[in-house]
C-alpha cells in the first residue's frame, strides 16, 4: 500500500488549492480515506474523511464549508480542495487509508488510519 500526497504550495488568504493523494495496492472504494494536517508546535489533526463503499463524507469543524473531499476510484486518487484559506490552515497534510470499521466520524482520528503517505507542505500567507 502505498500514498503519495501532492498539490500544496504558498497561497494567499482567502485563496485555494487541491491536494491530491496518489495511491497503489489497494481498491480506493474497498478503504476509507482521510487528510490530516499537522502544523508546528500542535498535534495532528484530522480535517476530512469519506468512508468506506458508500463514500459518505465527514469534515472537521475547522474543514466544513470550506474543503471538499473526494477521490476517483478509477484513478486511483483521493483528493481535497480547501477554498477560502485561512493563515491557521498552514501545515503540512497528509493522506492515509484505512481497512478498519469505524464509526464514519472516527475516521477522522489518527488511530483509524494503518497506512500513511508523506505530507506536503501548506501556506497561506499574504
Known amino acids: 500500500v502505498q500514498l503519495q500526497a501532492s498539490g500544496g504550495g504558498l497561497v494567499q488568504p482567502g485563496g485555494s488549492l487541491r491536494l491530491s493523494c496518489s495511491t497503489s495496492?489497494?481498491?480506493?472504494?474497498?478503504?476509507?480515506q482521510g487528510w490530516f494536517r499537522q502544523a508546528p508546535g500542535k498535534e495532528r489533526e484530522g480535517v476530512a474523511c469519506?468512508?468506506?463503499?458508500?463514500?459518505?463524507?465527514y469534515y472537521s469543524d475547522s474543514a466544513k464549508g470550506r474543503f471538499t473531499i473526494s477521490r476517483d476510484v478509477a484513478q486511483k486518487t483521493v483528493y481535497l480542495q480547501m477554498d477560502n484559506l485561512k493563515p491557521e490552515d498552514t501545515a503540512v497534510y497528509y493522506c492515509?487509508?484505512?481497512?478498519?470499521?469505524?464509526?464514519?466520524?472516527?475516521?477522522?482520528?489518527?488511530?483509524?488510519?494503518?497506512?500513511w503517505g508523506k505530507g506536503t507542505q501548506v501556506t497561506v500567507s499574504s
Open positions: 495496492g489497494f481498491t480506493l472504494d474497498y478503504w476509507a
Open positions: 492515509a487509508a484505512s481497512t478498519r470499521y469505524y464509526s464514519g466520524r472516527d475516521y477522522l482520528r489518527d488511530y483509524s488510519m494503518d497506512s
Open positions: 469519506i468512508a468506506r463503499s458508500w463514500g459518505t463524507t
